[in-house]
């Protein structure tokens, strides 16, 4: 047997429940909404829409704004020169390597 129940002969409704169901001003305007394309309705119009579009970019530009100043802080400049010093790479004062290339005495 299947689990599925028919109704063949349903019971009709009630006047007021057909009464309520009877808004054509409201059939229009879904009619209207649904015709007209999304992206020719100005934002505003939709305020959750709006409203969420509106929170995501604050919320982005917050942390662009504030994400940059924990980077600069991290990275700021007398770390920086720290930094070089211990990674500059010291000259050789070798006599032998400045004799088997004589090119770098004369500098040509």
């Not at 940059?68 to 000259?91: C, G, H, R, Y």
Request: no cysteine.
């Amino acid at each position: 047997m299947s689990n599925y129940k028919f109704n063949i002969d349903p019971k009709e409704p009630r006047e007021d429940q057909i009464e309520r169901h009877k808004d054509f001003g409201k059939v229009m305007q879904n009619y209207q909404r649904m015709t007209n394309p999304l992206y020719k309705t100005p934002l505003y119009r939709y305020r959750k829409l709006f409203l969420i579009v509106f929170l995501v970019l604050f919320v982005a530009w917050l942390v662009a704004e504030f994400g940059e100043n924990e980077n600069e802080k991290k990275n700021s400049p007398v770390d920086s020169a720290q930094q070089l010093k211990k990674d500059s790479v010291k000259p050789i004062k070798d006599s032998n390597f400045n004799k088997q290339n004589p090119q770098l005495k004369s500098g040509k």
